[in-house]
C-alpha cells in the first residue's frame, strides 16, 4: 500500500508542471500546485480542480511562500523557461530563479521536505564540451539576451547546493535538456511547437541559421520518470536527464513536415543572439545512479504531440 505524501510543485500550471502533478496524483499522493500564470496555463490543470486530492494556490512565488499541514517533497518549477517568455520578462525570471529558489528552499527546510530544482541544459551555454557532462561548467553570456535565463538557474544551482551543505537538506538538481509533449504552448518560441504550428496552419517552418545546430529532444513523459527516480534517489548532484539522441533543426524541420502531411516550405532566419550550435546531454549519471534511460523513440512522441496541436488548433 502507497504512504499518501504531499508534493508542492511550483510552476504546477505549466508545461512540464502539470505533467508531474497528474503523474503524483495518479501515484495516488496529495498535490499542491502554486503558479501564478505569467506563462502557465490554467487549461493544463483545468481537469484536476474536482479532484479531493488536488489544491491550486494563485501565488507568485518570488514572495514568500506559505503552505500548511505536512508538506514531503517541494518540486520548483517556477520559471519562464522559452526564449519568447524570458526575453518579454527579464526581470521576472531572474526574481523566480533566485528569489523565488530561496523561498521554496525555505519552505522545504521549513517542513523538513525533500527539494528538487527544476534547472536546465542553458546553464552549460553554448557548450565548447560535447557531449554535456554535469562536470561541465558551461559557456554562458551573463551580459547578453539569454543570460537572464541561463544566470538565474545557475544562481538557483548555488543556492540549492548552499542549503545542503549549509542545512544538511536533501536538495536534488536536474537539468532539463529539451523536452516536448501535449501540453506546451501553440506559440511558445521552441522548436517543436513552433515547426508544429506553422506545419498544421500551411505556414513556413522557420530554421534559423543553416539549422545544422543541434538539438535532444526528450518526450515528458520519460521526464517526469527521471524526476521521480531522482526525487527517491540518495542522488545530491547535479543530474542530466534528456534523450542523447541529438538532431539537426532543419532535419527536425523536414519531419516534422513529413509526419503531419503538410505542404509548408522551409525558410532560414538569422541565429538569434548566444543560440547554442550544439546540445546533447551525457546521461551516464543517470543510469548509473538512477537506472534511467528514455523509452520513446523521437516519432513516437511527435505523433502524440502532433495530435495535441491539430486538436488544439481546432479549438482556438
Request: proline share 5%; charged share 25%; aromatic share 8%.
Amino acid at each position: 500500500m502507497t504512504i499518501r505524501k504531499t508534493y508542492v510543485v511550483t510552476g504546477g500550471g505549466g508545461f512540464l508542471g502539470s505533467h508531474l502533478c497528474d503523474r503524483f496524483l495518479e501515484r495516488g499522493h496529495r498535490v499542491i500546485a502554486i503558479d501564478n500564470f505569467l506563462t502557465g496555463n490554467e487549461k493544463n490543470i483545468a481537469h484536476l480542480k474536482r479532484n479531493s486530492a488536488f489544491q491550486l494556490i494563485r501565488h507568485d512565488v518570488s514572495k514568500t511562500i506559505r503552505v500548511s499541514g505536512r508538506v514531503h517533497y517541494v518540486l520548483h518549477f517556477a520559471s519562464p523557461a522559452s526564449p519568447l517568455d524570458y526575453l518579454e520578462f527579464p526581470i521576472q525570471t531572474l526574481k523566480v530563479g533566485s528569489l523565488g529558489t530561496h523561498n521554496a528552499l525555505g519552505l522545504a527546510k521549513d517542513k523538513e521536505a525533500v527539494f528538487l530544482l527544476a534547472s536546465t541544459s542553458e546553464v552549460y551555454g553554448d557548450p565548447l564540451v560535447h557531449p554535456q557532462v554535469e562536470e561541465y561548467w558551461g559557456n554562458v553570456n551573463p551580459v547578453g539576451p539569454r543570460g537572464v535565463y541561463d544566470e538565474a538557474k545557475r544562481f538557483a544551482e548555488a543556492l540549492t547546493m548552499a542549503y545542503y551543505r549549509t542545512h544538511k537538506m536533501n536538495t536534488k538538481i536536474i537539468r532539463i535538456f529539451n523536452t516536448y509533449g501535449p501540453r506546451m504552448r501553440l506559440r511558445d518560441g521552441r522548436a517543436i511547437p513552433e515547426f508544429l504550428s506553422q506545419a498544421l496552419t500551411g505556414k513556413p517552418l522557420t530554421v534559423f541559421g543553416d539549422g545544422t545546430q543541434t538539438r535532444s529532444l526528450c518526450y515528458i513523459s520519460d521526464l517526469v520518470d527521471g524526476i521521480e527516480k531522482l526525487l527517491l534517489s540518495s542522488v545530491n548532484e547535479p543530474v542530466n536527464i534528456g534523450n542523447p539522441n541529438e538532431i539537426s533543426m532543419l532535419d527536425l524541420a523536414k519531419k516534422i513536415i513529413r509526419l503531419t502531411g503538410s505542404s509548408s516550405p522551409i525558410v532560414n532566419k538569422a541565429l538569434p543572439v548566444d543560440d547554442p550550435k550544439v546540445r546533447r546531454p551525457d546521461i551516464t549519471r543517470a543510469q548509473k545512479y538512477l537506472s534511467w534511460n528514455p523509452k520513446v523513440a523521437l516519432d513516437e512522441g511527435l505523433e502524440h504531440t502532433i495530435e495535441y496541436f491539430r486538436e488544439a488548433l481546432r479549438k482556438k
